[in-house]
């Protein structure tokens, strides 16, 4: 039996959370959760595919987006980019439950360290070309 998510609850129920997250945006199209030490950010964002390869065919994908702050800048680094809102909650929930693992992760630098060895389902690839 499939269960279907009402527009009004969160993509990420507030139980299934690590300690420390919660919602800080959710709309049609865009998500994110916050933590408070460190200080970040996670956000998910509905976003044309135009810089995905053209041979998968998406209209959409979601791009998983780490925020924060360095001095008076705010700055948001794209962790990745999967082809469904559900690969996006379960992405952002994984990122989370890596930091929240994670000993010593005290600012950004740590946080993004941690981030490149999380895996996300239905990956998109994109067009650019390898280094």
Sequence with gaps: MTTYMSPDQPPIPRE????GWGLTEHRDGRFGYRHRTPSIELVADRTPANRCHPTLGLNCCWELRCR???GDRSVADVIGCVST???AIDG????MRSIHAADGVSGP???LSVLEDVSFSDFVPDRRPSP
């Design 68 to 70: 924060y702050h360095l």
């Design 109 to 111: 630098v740590e946080v």
């Design 92 to 95: 952002l929930l994984e990122c």
């Design 16 to 19: 299934a959370l690590p300690p």
């Design 85 to 87: 809102r559900r690969a």
